[in-house]
């Protein structure tokens, strides 16, 4: 590392947009760069197969940005994850580091900057400090966003409550003799947030995180669903949420109840399935195939966070593209979702929201 020995001047930079959207109390969605730096192709990806689905109003998301095939897809999905959050009526808050400064709320031209710097590093909620310190540039993993959530409070008087990403870190396989267990769930059971994902990473002991996050005290939320999703497959049948919700207004109300009425400061985890026509449904298939990449990469050399990025290329390349279709997609629909869920979130003080009325929201348990 190398130090500068002065403090950054401003060491966490909140946009305007953003700042006012939360002192006016509209509805904000922390958005992570990880995925920017680390987790998609840095290549053009012409006319992909999903971009009609990303403008029909009806079918799809109805984002009225479409795809701009001359970008790397690394820079296009996030951009277009702000696009889908926006087009839910909700305020998209970028969230990475440039130079050592962590941005909330990142522009295009910063946007783009980090997606072209050389090494930009993987910055969880442990590494902001030392990477603020060395000036560096970094995307922000889960828990490096859900730490940067409740960093607005003290200068906008009011943290952001919700982020969408695509699928959360958590136990690696052979967890019990490695210790190989994501940062991501400890700042999960800290972080007064609802986080929208397709479950956790494929890579991981599925089985073994959501019994972590069960101890943890985590709700695990299924939206539309009873069951965890496999990522980039359809839900998995053997491992079943808690709580299952079918709108955007049924996840707000519960998230308020937990944070207020409840005074409890854990995230909730809303798993939203991906979109059913990109989803890999050969989940044993998949399951297979992860194990023996996954082993390779550890022949390799690869270790740790080193090996998720390694074995997402992989699959791409095994899938024949299916994989990278599908992640693209279900950060997109993630990013939707959460932007009506914010939406529903900031209305719940008014007068005319369940919570004043006495209205039940249709919340149901999927086990007893």
């Given at each position: 590392?190398?130090c500068?020995?002065r ?8 946009a ?12 904000v ?15 053009p990806?012409?006319a992909?197969?999903l ?6 109003r ?14 790397p897809i ?10 889908a ?18 941005h909330?709320?990142m ?9 072209d710097s ?45 982020m ?20 991501d769930?400890?700042?999960l ?6 986080l ?8 991981l002991?599925?089985?073994a ?5 069960d ?5 695990v ?7 965890w999703?496999?990522f ?28 207020s ?16 026509a990109?989803?890999l449904?050969?989940?044993?298939e998949?399951?297979r ?15 740790g ?5 390694v074995l ?6 095994r ?5 990278l279709l599908a992640?693209?997609a ?7 979702l ?13 007068p005319e929201?369940?919570?004043?009325t006495?209205a ?9």
């Amino acid at each position: 590392m190398t130090c500068t020995g002065r403090l950054v001047k401003e060491p966490i930079v909140i946009a305007e947009e953003v700042a006012t959207a939360l002192a006016e109390g509209r509805g904000v969605v922390a958005l992570e760069t990880a995925v920017l730096t680390h987790g998609l192709p840095r290549r053009p990806w012409p006319a992909p197969p999903l971009a009609n689905w990303i403008c029909d109003r009806h079918a799809g998301l109805g984002i009225e940005s479409a795809w701009r095939d001359d970008r790397p897809i690394h820079l296009e999905t996030v951009r277009l994850m702000a696009e889908a959050v926006r087009a839910a009526g909700s305020v998209p808050a970028v969230v990475g580091m440039l130079d050592g400064q962590l941005h909330v709320g990142m522009s295009e031209a910063m946007l783009e900057r980090l997606a072209d710097s050389d090494r930009p590093a993987k910055l969880s909620a442990r590494d902001l400090g030392v990477a603020a310190a060395s000036r560096r540039d970094g995307g922000t993993t889960v828990a490096g966003t859900l730490a940067a959530c409740g960093l607005t409070a003290s200068s906008c008087g009011r943290s952001i409550e919700v982020m969408a990403t695509g699928g959360i870190g958590g136990a690696h396989r052979g967890w019990s003799l490695s210790a190989d267990i994501s940062a991501d769930l400890r700042l999960l059971s800290e972080s007064p947030v609802l986080l929208v994902a397709c479950g956790a990473k494929s890579i991981l002991d599925l089985d073994a995180t959501a019994e972590m996050l069960d101890t943890l005290a985590v709700p695990v939320v299924g939206f539309g669903t009873d069951h965890w999703p496999r990522f980039i497959s359809p839900p998995d049948g053997r491992i079943r949420c808690a709580w299952r919700v079918d709108d955007a207004a049924a996840a707000a109300a519960s998230c308020r109840h937990h944070w207020s009425s409840f005074a409890q400061r854990s995230a909730m985890l809303l798993l939203n399935p991906p979109p059913s026509a990109w989803a890999l449904a050969e989940a044993a298939e998949l399951d297979r195939l992860i194990a023996t990449e996954t082993a390779s990469a550890h022949e390799s050399g690869h270790r740790g966070a080193e090996v998720t990025p390694v074995l997402l290329e992989r699959l791409v390349e095994r899938t024949g593209g299916r994989s990278l279709l599908a992640n693209v997609a279900l950060l997109l629909a993630n990013a939707r979702l959460a932007g009506e869920v914010a939406d529903r979130l900031a209305g719940l003080d008014s007068p005319e929201s369940p919570r004043h009325t006495g209205a039940a929201c249709e919340i149901s348990p999927t086990r007893t």
